[in-house]
Structure formats: C-alpha cells, structure tokens
C-alpha cells in the first residue's frame, strides 16, 4: 500500500506504532543504538559483548574488567572468568543508565547441561550487579533452554527472586516446559529457526505469515494466554522486518539496531496480529512435560535439536573468544610477550 508523502509525515513510523502494542527491546551491547532508539529494555549475549568489547569506545569497561579479574587473583583461569563475568555486568550497568527497564546478561553457554554450574553462575552475576549498586530486579539472567537450563531457572525465580530469561528456545517442548517452570520471560529464536528450513528445505522463501519462525511463536504466545501462563514471549533473531510485523502484539520483540532503524524509516500501517482475545479462542490442548516426556517431545523436532545445539556452540565459541581477548590483556605483558 502506498502514502502519500503529506500522509508519510502525519503517519507514526512502524517503530512507533510497534510500541504501541509490544515492548520494543534493543539486542544490542552498542550504547550509541540504546540512546537512538529509546528500547524499553535490552538484551545481550557473549556474541555481542565480543563485538562491542573490540570497539574503541568501549576500552574502558575492558581495562576495568580486566583490573577487576586480577585484584581477585588466583589462578590464570579464575581470573580470566572472573574478568570476563565483570565484563558482562559493567557492560549491563551501562546499558541500565540509558534504558528504563531490564537488561539481560548470559550465562555462560559451557554452563549449559550443567544445572548446579547455572545456578551458581547466576548468583554470581547478580551479586556482581549488587556490588556496582544494581539490584536484581532490573536484571534477567539468560539460561539456555536445555532441560538443566529450565530447572536451573525454575530454583532461581522460585528460591532467590532472580528473573530468568530463557534463550535458545526453538521448539514447542521447550516453551511448555519453561511456562511450568514459571520463568519470567522466553526467547524464542525466529531468524534461526527460519534459517533451518531455507537451508533444509525445497522452499527458500515465505511470506510472514507462513514463515516458520513467525508461525511457532504464534503457536507459543496462543498457548501461553490460553492457559493463562505469565511467562512473558519474546521473539528474537530476526532476519528481516516483515517477522516482526507479522508478530505485532506480542508481548515483547527485541530486535537488532539494523532493524530497529528500518522500521524507523517505514510509513505503513500496523495492526496487531496476536491478541490474547484470539489465543483464548484458539483450540490447542495443555500438556505437561516431564523431563522423559521434555526430551522426547524436542527430541522429534529436528530443526529444535540442531538449532539449540548450534547454538550453544557458537555461544560457546564466543565466550572463548572473549576470555582470549581478556587474557592477552591481562597476561602477555607480563609474560613478556
């Protein structure tokens, strides 16, 4: 549909009429997008903290960092971790000076069979926090969304108050298990899950609203009001705007500054495509998903399975890069390299 550019001027941007019916969120670690586009809330993961924290502007919070990983001493590996979760949380302190809301900091992705080892990291984080003056209430700690991750999400919203975003979320097992678990907030992942059938498939293109990605999120937000669960959806991993249009009226969408500047510059009209009015309605039944029945039902959807493995891994790979990065500045000097 085309505007006439007099209509264009008069006519909100589909940013701004997005904010209307969804709480925008900045995936971004880049302070300068924070302050362009005002999110209410913002995300981050090892892959954008490592892009941000190769940045100039930025030095200062890796120098701080890293000062911070050696006055704690011990051994070259502690160090090293330590240095790399202050990182995380200095880069979310100063994220939180710019925005309203939360912001979310990950759990390291090696972490992520290992529901004790999540448990413990995420306390971590959050005294982290305390210690710089924020409290856990503006934070969400991203777990990945293994069976372990869940329950390690279930103990820490249940007994220490802490609110758990979880990540990696591509199948409908994991989103049922996570409403049981009473986590605060999913990240269902539209742009992977997307990527997995192009690249599996005979189809490579699809309107929004048969885009895989865009239909299980659909599916996932149903459920949720149906059954009256107060785990918040938040799409994420977004290829393109016609996704995030096409799930206008979703609870939350956290999008990357590339996207957030082209719905800045779009002049349509938006109206909203889930409602709780129209889950309500819908026909899907309840289930309940033990660990057995959990793993079973993931297991059959293949995208799921290799998508959150995938995943993981490259989380992974990225939290390797960034204690690298953080352990050639804090021991090749004095290693006389």
């Not at 051994?75 to 790399?84: L, P, R, V």
């Not at 972490?111 to 413990?120: A, N, R, T, V, W």
């Not at 009256?228 to 799930?247: C, D, E, H, P």
């Amino acid at each position: 549909m085309s505007v006439s550019p007099v209509k264009r001027q008069k006519m909100e941007s589909a940013l701004d009429q997005l904010k209307h019916h969804t709480t925008v969120v900045a995936d971004t670690g880049d302070f300068n997008a924070i302050d362009e586009y005002k999110p209410l809330d913002a995300t981050t993961n090892p892959s954008l903290i490592l892009a941000a924290a190769q940045m100039p502007a930025y030095q200062k919070l890796v120098d701080d960092a890293v000062a911070y990983g050696k006055k704690l001493a011990g051994s070259e590996e502690e160090q090293i971790k330590n240095a790399s979760d202050k990182l995380f949380v200095l880069f979310g302190a100063e994220i939180l000076k710019r925005i309203p809301g939360r912001v979310s900091t990950e759990v390291d992705a090696r972490l992520s069979f290992d529901k004790e080892g999540m448990i413990q990291r995420a306390r971590r984080l959050i005294d982290l926090y305390k210690e710089v003056g924020v409290g856990k209430d503006r934070i969400l700690i991203k777990l990945s969304s293994t069976w372990e991750g869940i329950q390690a999400g279930r103990v820490l919203e249940a007994e220490y108050g802490i609110h758990c975003n979880m990540t990696l979320l591509f199948s409908f097992a994991q989103a049922v298990a996570c409403a049981e678990a009473g986590v605060t907030l999913i990240s269902p992942f539209v742009g992977r899950i997307l990527d997995w059938y192009v690249a599996n498939g005979d189809k490579k293109t699809y309107e929004p609203s048969e885009d895989p990605g865009v239909k299980s999120v659909t599916k996932i937000y149903n459920y949720y009001k149906k059954f009256g669960y107060k785990t918040i959806v938040m799409g994420a991993s977004f290829r393109n705007t016609g996704q995030i249009k096409a799930l206008t009226g979703c609870d939350y969408l956290t999008i990357s500054p590339k996207l957030l500047a082209e719905l800045s510059k779009e002049h349509i009209k938006l109206t909203p495509t889930l409602s709780v009015k129209e889950a309500q309605a819908c026909d899907l039944e309840k289930i309940h998903l033990d660990e057995k029945a959990f793993r079973w039902h993931h297991n059959e959807d293949q995208m799921a399975v290799e998508k959150l493995s995938d995943g993981i891994r490259r989380f992974a790979a990225d939290a390797v890069k960034l204690e690298r990065m953080l352990k050639e500045r804090m021991f090749s000097a004095e290693n006389g390299k």
